[in-house]
């Protein structure tokens, strides 16, 4: 079948109109844009796995602190076009944020206990932007599935958490982390690393390796796992850890000792560039 360029368009209205001409199953992906592997890996899932995908493209500002970097957030929306493009994804939404947020908005989607620890704890309101948007996204789009990257785990947990609270009948699928070849998860955020920086940031993935060869050794102390994550990270000049996590798969509640699946996490400063990264055991 030959690609078509995708469709673009801002306005809800246009987004509604479009979606209505799609029959059978459509898939959404959302993003923020400045597209690698990982977001396109999504989109080809989702062409897969439905007749029809969209693709939302939304840098969304209540999800940024105060300190943080919405305004260098990088974008280049031809290139994503080009990405998109070969995936088989038919329509982008590209709202504005006076599209998401007209005046007056005073409405938001807030998940509890799940987006206290971890990101939830380092990034204050950071989660509730994130499920308030996608909520909007969801409404919008009206997908039979949304495709999400385990990069961002806890992310993908309370989204899910939120499709079963608020009852939307949209199947949430998590898709794996992307890597480069040095096994940094691609990230939309890693163009503001310096070449010392880009070549340091290896350092995560790193971590996270020595953690999960540990537990294949049978290290099932939780502690003893992020001390053997914090140590890897430590020996990088270059970065600056804010938190190691080992943690309930499911609670993302901190453990004591492994036995099911769990979570290992880490947030890392490369200079001014907050990464995060994370795999899973069991
Ligand atoms: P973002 O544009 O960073 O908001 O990401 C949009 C979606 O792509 C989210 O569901 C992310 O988890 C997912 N994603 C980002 N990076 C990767 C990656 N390296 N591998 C797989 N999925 C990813």
Redesign the pocket.
């Known amino acids: 079948m030959d690609k078509q360029p995708p469709r673009i368009v801002s306005s809800l209205a246009e987004l509604r109109s479009a979606r209505l001409l799609f029959d059978g199953k459509v898939g959404l992906?959302?993003?923020?844009?400045?597209?690698?592997?990982?977001?396109v890996?999504?989109a080809r899932r989702a062409r897969e796995e439905c007749d029809h995908v969209i693709v939302s493209i939304f840098v969304n500002p209540t999800q940024f602190g105060p300190s943080e970097d919405l305004s260098t957030y990088p974008r280049d929306l031809d290139r994503d076009l080009l990405l998109l493009e070969p995936a088989g994804v038919e329509l982008v939404w590209t709202p504005t944020p006076e599209v998401m947020y007209p005046p007056g908005f005073a409405t938001w989607v807030e998940v509890e206990g799940l987006t206290k620890p971890l990101e939830g704890a380092s990034r204050p309101g950071h989660f509730r932007g994130v499920t308030t948007v996608v909520s909007k996204l969801f409404n919008a789009v009206q997908p039979h599935k949304a495709?999400?990257?385990?990069?961002?785990a806890q992310?993908?947990a309370v989204i899910r958490k939120m499709t079963r609270d608020l009852d939307f009948p949209i199947e949430i699928v998590v898709?794996?982390?992307?890597?480069e070849t040095d096994g940094l998860?691609?990230?939309?955020?890693n163009s503001y690393l310096s070449p010392d920086e880009r070549t340091a940031a290896a350092v995560l993935f790193r971590s996270l390796s020595a953690a999960r060869s540990a537990y294949e050794r049978g290290e099932r102390n939780a502690q003893s796992l992020r001390r053997i994550m914090a140590e890897v990270i430590l020996s990088e000049p270059l970065a600056k850890m804010q938190y190691v996590s080992v943690a309930d798969y499911d609670t993302l509640e901190e453990l004591e000792t492994v036995a099911g699946k769990a979570l290992l996490s880490m947030a890392v400063f490369m200079g001014r560039t907050r990464l995060i990264d994370n795999v899973v055991l069991g």
């Open positions: 992906v959302p993003t923020m844009g400045y597209l690698h592997e990982g977001h890996s999504l495709y999400f990257g385990q990069k961002d992310q993908a898709c794996p982390t992307v890597r998860a691609m990230s939309s955020r």
